[in-house]
C-alpha cells in the first residue's frame, strides 16, 4: 500500500510555505488544546483581525451552501476576543470553569494563493469538546478559509472565516476558539 505523498513543491506554493503554514496550524491547535488562548492571541492573531462563523441554513442544491450573509455565531474583532479570553481568566467565567477539554484536529490543509504578504489557506477541522461529567462529547465539523499575514517576519491570523458542517449547534456555549 502506498502512503499518500506530500503536497509537491510548485512556483505559486513552495514545499518551504506549505511547511511553515502546517507548522503554524498544528501550534495554533497545540495552543488553544493547552488553554493558552491569551498566548495564542498575542503571538499568532493579527491586531486587525476578523474572525467570523456565519449561520448555517439547510437548503436546496440549487441555493448555494446555505451560509447567511449578514448573521453569524461568531463575528469577532482582536478586542472582543481579547474581552472573551480576559473573561476566561476571571472567577466569573462559570459556563467554563472547570474548562471544557477540547481537541482540535487540522487537516487536509491547502494553499489557495498568495498576495505580497498574505497567503490563503483553507484546512478542515473537526473539534472535539467535552463538558463536565457529561458521558456525550460535542462533535463539530467545519472549513476554515484564512488569511495569514506575515508580520515581523512572522505568520499572523488576518482573517478566519469557519463554515460549520451543521446547521444546529448542540453545545452549551461557544466559548471555545475553532
Not at 474572525?51 to 437548503?59: A, G, H, K, N, S
Not at 448555494?64 to 453569524?72: E, H, I, Q, S, T
Request: hydrophobic residues 40%; contains cysteine; proline residues 6%.
Amino acid at each position: 500500500m502506498e502512503h499518500p505523498k506530500a503536497p509537491e513543491a510548485s512556483a505559486d506554493h513552495p514545499r518551504a510555505l506549505y511547511d511553515e503554514v502546517l507548522a503554524w496550524m498544528y501550534r495554533e491547535a497545540e495552543l488553544l488544546d493547552d488553554l493558552r488562548e491569551r498566548e495564542w492571541l498575542e503571538t499568532m492573531v493579527a491586531p486587525d483581525i476578523v474572525y467570523q462563523m456565519p449561520i448555517r441554513q439547510t437548503v436546496k442544491r440549487a441555493s448555494g451552501r446555505g451560509f447567511l450573509v449578514n448573521a453569524y455565531h461568531l463575528d469577532e474583532s482582536y478586542g472582543s476576543l481579547l474581552s472573551r479570553i480576559k473573561r476566561t481568566e476571571t472567577e466569573f467565567a462559570w459556563s467554563e470553569d472547570p474548562p471544557s477539554p477540547s481537541r482540535h484536529f487540522v487537516s487536509n490543509v491547502r494553499l489557495c494563493g498568495t498576495r505580497e504578504v498574505d497567503i490563503e489557506v483553507k484546512s478542515n477541522l473537526l473539534l472535539f469538546r467535552s463538558r463536565g461529567d457529561h458521558p456525550e462529547p460535542t462533535l463539530l465539523a467545519a472549513e476554515r478559509q484564512d488569511t495569514l499575514s506575515r508580520i515581523g517576519g512572522t505568520l499572523r491570523l488576518k482573517r478566519r472565516l469557519v463554515l460549520i458542517d451543521i446547521t444546529v449547534l448542540e453545545t452549551h456555549n461557544l466559548s471555545v476558539i475553532f
